[in-house]
């Protein structure tokens, strides 16, 4: 269905989108790739579309075979880092709830007597030691228990910051996509080995299109605690800039382009932008 | 709710005494209570079809999952001009927003007292745009008005200052982008 919908979409965006989520096969032979054909002008001539290697990861050794094409509304869009800033702090804030406590006066464990008579003492007029103005007495306007820290970012600044976060480790060269997920062991040292060669950095965050990811890469980064597997619902703007590298999979590639590229050309904003409510279904 | 009494199989006679086993109760309006659903050919006369022909009125009816691609008529009643200018014409380009319009914005802030007239979506020569709205602004202001810009290049952001909104539309229209 969706798929349909995506084929549709390409059908009716006009003839210069629909060079998107194609991939052209390069000859491996062909060392001088001399028949790269020229790219079609894809949202204008002045954004051109963006083009990475599909490399693989069942050797150490980097073998890319294909290129694949990605639409620059999603990989190379303008960069907004005010809105990929805006998405780390909602992402720090939305799970955050502050502890911090203070006591009201009624509530400090101690006495309530008058702590001297009102007069004749030449003493200031006290009624109880909780007073704020006592050592140990309470505290004015102090921090009270638990203050969540949820909000919610507005939908599209969502989008935005996902689409400019991508474009970022792109043009980076901290985005790399590979075929598949397969390893030929489960051994940690053999993914350690291969992100070192390629010097792809210390934390690496592998991302498919489904959530049964395969049975040796699994059993690889559990041993290793800075890389980690996500499929494409959890992609977020504060795990890409977490980790240093991000590599996609084709599949998970077509995916994130559909449903980023659906989002940006939905007809019914409305139903996207409404105000959030926690029962909502999406 | 309606209460009714149905004797089941059995007619009252005088002197009977009522044998409450064989009274079923039943409560109209309820939903366990209404007759249960029939094969749809009971309700209606219809026919299968998987005929691609008919198909394509179910697709009318289907919401759109994109923006539609707007008329090339340059008549249009609400006065909206179709994007006429090509890649390559100009050093720089405004792309519309998806909903086809002119990506021309007024920015108001400090309580109303400062105006700022935006461009998004501008690809290309940035720096080129921002000379050639300058001298049209000169132009029709003469020196009543200092134009002030502000040039965003990394994210394809103009800012000029005041309310020029209709004036930069109007130009670009004129320049059928």
């Known amino acids: 269905m969706l798929l349909n919908c995506l084929a549709k979409q390409i059908r009716a965006l006009q003839s210069t989108f629909t060079a998107a989520c194609r991939m052209s096969s390069v000859a491996t032979e062909n060392a001088e790739f001399t028949e790269v054909e020229e790219p079609p002008m894809v949202y204008g001539g002045y954004t051109n579309l963006r083009q990475a290697w599909v490399s693989n990861l069942d050797t150490i050794k980097e073998n890319p075979s294909t290129i694949i094409d990605l639409h620059p509304q999603v990989f190379g869009s303008r960069p907004r880092i005010d809105i990929i800033h805006e998405n780390i702090v909602w992402q720090r804030k939305y799970r955050y709830v502050s502890y911090a406590n203070t006591k009201v006066t009624a509530e400090v464990n101690m006495s309530s007597k008058k702590p001297w008579p009102q007069k004749g003492q030449g003493r200031a007029r006290h009624g109880t030691r909780r007073s704020p103005l006592f050592k140990g007495g309470s505290v004015i306007h102090g921090p009270r228990s638990h203050t969540t820290h949820f909000y919610m970012l507005p939908f599209y600044k969502r989008v935005y910051g996902l689409t400019s976060t991508l474009s970022v480790k792109l043009i980076q060269d901290d985005l790399h996509i590979v075929n598949n997920l397969d390893l030929p062991s489960d051994d940690p040292s053999y993914i350690n080995d291969l992100v070192d060669s390629r010097l792809w950095g210390p934390s690496v965050l592998f991302i498919d299109d489904t959530d049964t990811m395969p049975r040796n890469i699994s059993l690889a980064l559990n041993q290793i605690k800075h890389m980690n597997l996500m499929p494409v619902y959890g992609l977020n703007v504060y795990s890409m800039l977490k980790h240093e590298t991000l590599v996609l999979t084709v599949a998970a590639v077509k995916k994130i382009q559909e449903r980023l590229l659906y989002q940006l050309h939905r007809p019914d904003v409305h139903q996207a932008t409404k105000k959030f409510m926690l029962n909502m279904q999406n | ?177």
Request: overall charge positive; proline content about 6%; some cysteine.
């Open chain 2, 1 to 177: 709710m309606a209460l009714r009494i149905l004797f089941k199989n059995i007619t009252l006679r005088s002197g009977m005494p009522l044998q409450l086993n064989n009274l079923v109760c039943k409560r109209d309006s309820s939903y366990r209570s209404s007759p249960i659903a029939q094969d749809p050919s009971c309700y209606a006369k219809y026919e299968v079809s998987s005929s691609s022909e008919e198909w394509k009125f179910v697709e009318r009816l289907l919401p759109s999952t994109l923006i539609p691609t707007p008329s090339n008529r340059k008549d249009l009643p609400s006065g909206w001009q179709p994007q006429t200018a090509t890649f390559g014409e100009y050093p720089y380009f405004v792309h519309r927003s998806r909903n086809h319009m002119l990506p021309v914005y007024l920015k108001v802030s400090m309580r109303g007292t400062r105006r700022i007239t935006q461009i998004n979506n501008v690809d290309g020569n940035i720096w080129a745009l921002e000379a050639a709205i300058k001298k049209y602004l000169t132009r029709v202001y003469g020196d009543k008005k200092i134009i002030a810009t502000k040039v965003h290049e990394v994210c394809g952001h103009l800012c000029i200052h005041g309310d020029h909104v209709s004036k930069v539309k109007e130009w670009l229209l004129k320049k059928g982008l």
